[in-house]
């Protein structure tokens, strides 16, 4: 298989309501996969075991770390959560910035920055400091303005109809 090209990266943003954010950025983190490139897939917030973990195995090109517990709580960020998202801020900066990866996601990133535990400015801060040939994906609801002007592409996933209202919960194999 032939390793991909080196070529400038853009910053994307899938956001809104609707099923099908952290979809899709599965989805584009397996084509780069495929066509021989590397990513870095941070799953802020998120602490339990999602299937996705397991990719790693199967994709040497592949790092996919989760900064959280599992044990966040609506709107109550403990001290434990800001530590989560901070170290993660962290993490993602140096893989933003190193050029080792064709792909950096930060799934989740914009609900960290919804419930106070990261600001926007350190996003942008963030997103200055891109690697030229590094591709960025964030998600999450609720995308501020400020964000969604800096990236190139924005995708907003509208609700039309969830099961989730009918009090049908989040399955293994479907939303994790
Ligand atoms: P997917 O991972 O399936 O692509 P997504 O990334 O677009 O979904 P998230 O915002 O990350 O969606 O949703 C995470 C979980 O929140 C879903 O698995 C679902 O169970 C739950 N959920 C869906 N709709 C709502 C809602 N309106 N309010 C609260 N939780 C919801
Ligand atoms: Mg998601």
Redesign the pocket.
Known sequence: MQDMVQRKGYVEI?TG????????ALGVSLRTLLAGGSVFFAQFIKGRGTAELRLASLFPGLEIVQFGDGEFVGMHASEADMAHAWKGLQRSKEAVTSGKYDLVVLD?IL?AILYGLLSVEDIRDLLRKKHEYTEVIL???NAPQELIEAADLVTD?K?VK?Y??AGV??REG???
């Open positions: 899938y309501n609707g099923k099908g954010k952290t979809t899709a989740e609900v998600t999450g609801r996933m609700n969830h989730y209202k919960p989040a479907i939303e994790f």
